[in-house]
C-alpha cells in the first residue's frame, strides 16, 4: 500500500474548520511531505543508491522497519513493465529500468517486473539473515538471486488470469544463498485486483530473522486483540448499566462508541490471525475506516447530549455531510481518511466540551482534557489511525466516562437527598394526623352530636376513616397523582366541616391530576390555614 496525497481544496463547515485545524493540519502535513521512496524517480537511470529499509519508505509504515538489523541495506528499486523470465536473473543489466519507490509501483499495468538489490553493510561483508516478510495486494512470483523463493497468487496480463495471493506471507531464503555480497532480489508481479482504486500500490518487503519477523506478526495481532476485548467488555458493561442501573441516552451512545471501536480493532488483528487473501484489504480497510467515522460521529452525539448542547440536532445533521466531504476528498489509499475523519470528530467534541465548561456544566473538564489529549496523539502520529487506536483513543474515551461518572453521582446524591425529604415528609405527615389533639378534639364533637343527630355522627366517622385510609395509601410515596392528594384534602375538609360546622368545599379546575406531586404537600396548607 502506498499513500499519495493530492491536492484538493477542503472547505467544511468553518465552525468544524476551526476547531478541528490544529489536528487536521498536523495529520495531513505528516503525511503530505514526498517520502524518499517517491523523489528516487529522478535519479538518473544508472545511479544506485543504498540506503537502511527504514529510510526507503514513507512515514506511514516505517515502524516496522526500524528493529531490522542496523547493517541491512536495500537499493532503490528498478521496474519494467513486460515480461522475460531472463529478468529474474541476477547478471541481468537493469540499470536502464525505470526507477521507482517501493510504495509506488503502477497498479492494473499488466505483468511488471521489480528488481533492487539487499546487502548486510557497506560492503555486503556480512551475512544476511534467512527471513522474509512480504506485504502487498499485488499478486507477484518471488525470485532471490534466480531462484524462485515462492509465490502469493498467480500474476496475470488481465484480471481474469490473475490470481489474487494472501496479503501477508513469509519466505525462507536458503542457507546457500545468505553469504556476502549483493543479492538481487526479483518480483514477477500484477495487479488487477488489488482493489484499490489509487493508481498505484507496492509491497512492503522485510528481511530478517524468522523468529523475528514472526514477533511482529504477533506483536501486530497482540495489541488490537487486546483492544478488542477491552472496547466490548466496555460496551457489554455500558448496555448492562443502561438496562439495570441507568436509562440514560449517554450510556447507550458509550456503549455505541465502544462496540464501533471494537469490531475495528477485531477487522486489524483478522489480517495477523487468518492470512486472508489480498483482494479482501481494501473492503475491510473500507469498513474499518466507515466504523472509525461512525465511532466520531457518536463520540460528538454523546458529548452534544451529555452537555445539552443548544440545536444539537442541527449539528449533528450538519457534521454528516461534512464527514460524507472529508472521506470523498481524502486520497484513495485509506490511512489518511480515516486520519481526516477521526481529526473533524475530535475537534468538533473538543469544541462542544468546550463550549460546556464555559457554561460551567458538571463533569465538562475531564472531557476537555480527555479529548484534547487524544487528539495530540493522533497529530504525533497522524500517518496511520489504526497504529496503537487504542492507546490514541483511550484519553477521550477515559474523560468521558469520568463525565458520565460524575453526573451519576451527583445524581444518586440528590435521590438520596429526595429519599430523606420524603421520609421526613411522612413522618410530619404520620405526626400531624395522629397527633392526640386532633383525635381527642374529633372524638369531643363526635360524642356532641352522636345523641342530637346520629346520623350526622355516623358521616364524621366515615369522613375520618376515609381520611386515614388515604393517609395510610400516600404516606410511604415519594409521589402521588395531584387527583389522590386533591382527594386526601377533601376528606379533611369534610371531617373538619363537622368539627367547625360550616362547609367547606375544594375547588381545583384547569388542573392535571395526573401530575405527579409529594404527599400531603396540599393538605398541610390547608391545615395551616385552619390553624392560623
Known sequence: MR???RARSFS??????????????????????????????????GARQWKHPV?????????????LPAELQYSEVRFRRGDDPNWSQPAWDD???????FWDLPARSGVDWVRFRVRMGPEGRGTLPAGIMISSVRAYELFWDGMQLGHSGVPGDTAAAEVAGHLDKSFSIPAGLLGPGEHVVALRTSSHRCGFPAPGSGFRFLVDAPALLQGKVLREAFVPTLAAGALFMMALASLIMWLLAARRGTVLLLGGVCITGAIMQALQAVRWFFAYPADWHYPVLSAMTTLVGLQGLLMVALVIVQFEVPHRRLLLGLLVPVLALVSWLSPARMNLEGVRLLAVTIGVALACAAWAVWRRRRGAWPVVLGVATSGLLLAFEAED???SFFMKFLPALLGIIASLALQLHDERRQARAAQLAAARLETELLKKDLQPHFLLNTLAVLT?????????????????????RSVARVSA??????GQELELCRAHLRVMSVRTGRTWH??????????????????TLIENGFVH
Open 3 to 5: 499513500i499519495v496525497v
Open 12 to 45: 467544511p463547515l468553518l465552525l468544524v474548520a476551526i476547531v478541528a485545524a490544529p489536528t487536521f493540519a498536523a495529520a495531513t502535513t505528516a503525511v503530505g511531505a514526498t517520502p524518499a521512496a517517491t523523489r528516487e524517480l529522478q535519479m538518473s537511470p
Open 55 to 67: 529510510a526507503a519508505y514513507p512515514l506511514s509504515v516505517r515502524r516496522w522497519f526500524e528493529a
Open 95 to 101: 540499470s536502464a529500468w525505470q526507477a521507482a519507490g
Open 385 to 387: 489511525y489504526r497504529a
Open 448 to 468: 356532641e352530636i352522636v345523641e342530637q343527630d346520629p346520623r350526622s355522627a355516623v358521616k364524621l366517622i366515615d369522613d375520618l376513616a376515609d381520611e386515614f
Open 477 to 482: 410515596e415519594k409521589l402521588i397523582p395531584l
Open 506 to 523: 375544594l375547588e381545583a379546575t384547569g388542573v392535571d391530576e395526573t401530575e405527579p406531586v409529594p404527599p400531603a404537600v396540599f393538605l
